[in-house]
């Protein structure tokens, strides 16, 4: 089935680890967004892409860095992990044709 | 800057009736706006997408609805069923060009049996 896939599901981290989220998607669209979900404060945008090559900031950037090497995947690091970055982190792609959201079912972390 | 408010947080219904959700924005220059569900533990499922040039757009006993000009979309779920429980949200994307959706927080909705 078409959709955006995201690995790992879950993971357990300690402090000062680093990681890598993978967001990949078989629709050929041109924009990707990693967003994370805290109890009481909804979806927040970390960072956003809108084509191959290019990043930029959302909401919530600091502790993240992302990149787009290929128009297919959009990678989501934590250098130095924090219990703060403990989240359900869900990334989405969209089409400039219609802008809507395919949502990956989420990657629940937790920092200890 | 554009604010996505959903009023109830929650709400409870019994079986069978007709339910409308609420959402409200700040901004009316919107170019789309999303219905998502989200069932516990889960991602978002898209339900309806609705283009500013558009009025309502209808799946199933789902229909949506959106007003620019008042800031306000309504989610209307017919007959519901205990299966509809699920926490939905409404996201709205700007005409700026911004390519981003801003969510509001959800309404959580049980439907009892």
């Known amino acids: 089935n078409a959709g955006v896939t995201q690995t790992p599901k879950f993971r357990v981290l300690k402090t000062g680890q680093s990681m890598t989220l993978l967001c990949a998607q078989d629709?050929?669209?041109?924009?990707m967004y990693w967003y994370r979900q805290d109890p009481g404060m909804g979806l927040r945008l970390i960072h956003y892409?809108?084509?191959?090559?290019?990043?930029a900031k959302g909401e919530v950037p600091d502790g993240y860095n992302v990149s787009r090497l290929k128009k297919q995947n959009f990678l989501l690091g934590l250098e130095s992990a924090a219990p703060s970055q403990t989240s359900v982190y869900f990334c989405?792609?969209?089409?400039?044709?219609?802008?809507?959201?395919?949502f990956g079912s989420g990657t629940r972390l937790t920092v200890v | 800057k554009q604010e996505v408010t959903q009023i109830p947080a929650a709400l409870s219904v019994p079986e069978g009736e007709n339910l409308v959700l609420n959402c409200s924005f700040t901004?009316?220059?919107?170019?789309?706006l999303q219905w998502f569900r989200q069932d516990p533990g889960k991602g978002l499922t898209s339900l309806l997408l609705?283009?500013?040039?558009?009025r309502e757009q209808t799946s199933g006993r789902l229909n949506a609805s959106l007003d620019k000009s008042s800031g306000r979309s309504t989610l209307y779920i017919a007959a519901s069923q205990p299966g509809d429980s699920a926490t939905y949200l409404c996201?709205?994307?700007?005409?700026?060009?911004?390519?981003?959706?801003?969510f509001g927080t959800g309404t959580r909705l049980k439907v009892l049996a």
């Open positions: 989405a792609s969209s089409s400039p044709s219609s802008y809507g959201y395919t």
């Open positions: 629709m050929n669209h041109e924009y």
């Open positions: 996201a709205v994307i700007l005409t700026s060009g911004t390519y981003k959706y801003i």
């Open positions: 901004d009316s220059a919107i170019y789309n």
């Open positions: 892409s809108v084509g191959e090559g290019t990043t």
């Open positions: 609705i283009q500013s040039s558009q």
